[in-house]
């Protein structure tokens, strides 16, 4: 998983209550297990008309938000099915962060294993950085993870608080799977006090 420390980009505005998953990634593209290739199918039902012909009215087919990499929506974002689909289809289409004043339980837990970092802020402040995100590709918004901050165009830093054992595994890039690799030395060493004790085990390997 690639870590997130500090991101500069454009943001994405999506002033819009309840985005639940399967507006994210409607169900129709799940597919695949694969972690890649959803993010030309992210929010499809919006993104395009019934022909397959992109709707210029949605955010992402503008520019500069084609090269979005942050998303800043309103209340409960990622509502819905539990899938982990939604997580990979934003990651793939390029979008690292999320801001919304709050998130589904499911879709926040899962963010975090796949290296998209959900930001928690307050609904108005949510309102001034979607308008600062509008004033387009000059208007970068950094969120940093170092420092639990989220900064706006004009320089003003806004503090937000991430769980402290999140936060060390984005910042180091670690998912479940890495997260066991670190104790890789004592596992291998407690198997081999197993088969030591009972060679058995070992013959049976």
């Given at each position: 998983?690639?870590?997130?420390?500090?991101?500069?980009?454009?943001?994405?505005?999506?002033?819009?209550?309840?985005?639940?998953?399967?507006?994210?990634?409607?169900?129709?593209?799940?597919?695949?297990?694969?972690?890649?290739g959803f993010g030309k199918n992210l929010?499809?039902?919006?993104?395009?008309?019934?022909?397959?012909?992109?709707?210029?009215?949605?955010?992402?087919?503008?520019?500069?938000?084609?090269?979005?990499?942050?998303?800043?929506?309103?209340?409960?974002?990622?509502?819905?099915?539990?899938?982990?689909?939604?997580?990979?289809?934003?990651?793939?289409?390029?979008?690292?962060?999320?801001?919304?004043?709050?998130?589904?339980?499911?879709?926040?837990?899962?963010?975090?294993?796949?290296?998209?970092?959900?930001?928690?802020?307050?609904?108005?402040?949510?309102?001034q950085l979607i308008e600062d995100a509008?004033?387009?590709?000059?208007?970068?918004?950094?969120?940093?993870?170092?420092?639990?901050?989220?900064?706006?165009?004009?320089?003003?830093?806004?503090?937000?608080?991430?769980?402290?054992?999140?936060?060390?595994?984005?910042?180091?890039?670690?998912?479940?799977?890495?997260?066991?690799?670190?104790?890789?030395?004592?596992?291998?060493?407690?198997?081999?006090?197993?088969?030591?004790?009972?060679?058995?085990?070992?013959?049976?390997?």
């Amino acid at each position: 998983m690639q870590a997130f420390t500090k991101l500069t980009g454009i943001a994405a505005p999506m002033p819009k209550a309840n985005v639940d998953t399967d507006q994210i990634i409607p169900a129709r593209f799940l597919k695949s297990i694969s972690r890649t290739g959803f993010g030309k199918n992210l929010f499809a039902n919006f993104r395009y008309r019934e022909d397959g012909s992109e709707n210029p009215d949605f955010v992402l087919n503008q520019e500069p938000y084609r090269k979005a990499e942050i998303l800043i929506a309103f209340e409960n974002f990622g509502c819905g099915s539990s899938r982990e689909h939604a997580p990979w289809a934003l990651l793939d289409f390029g979008i690292r962060c999320v801001i919304a004043p709050d998130f589904a339980d499911i879709f926040h837990n899962n963010s975090f294993k796949n290296g998209v970092l959900p930001v928690r802020l307050p609904r108005e402040v949510c309102e001034q950085l979607i308008e600062d995100a509008r004033m387009g590709g000059n208007a970068r918004i950094t969120v940093d993870l170092e420092r639990d901050v989220v900064v706006r165009p004009n320089g003003e830093e806004i503090p937000f608080r991430i769980d402290p054992l999140r936060r060390h595994l984005l910042l180091n890039g670690l998912d479940d799977i890495g997260q066991t690799l670190q104790h890789a030395p004592a596992i291998d060493g407690y198997e081999a006090k197993q088969k030591a004790s009972q060679p058995w085990l070992g013959a049976a390997a």
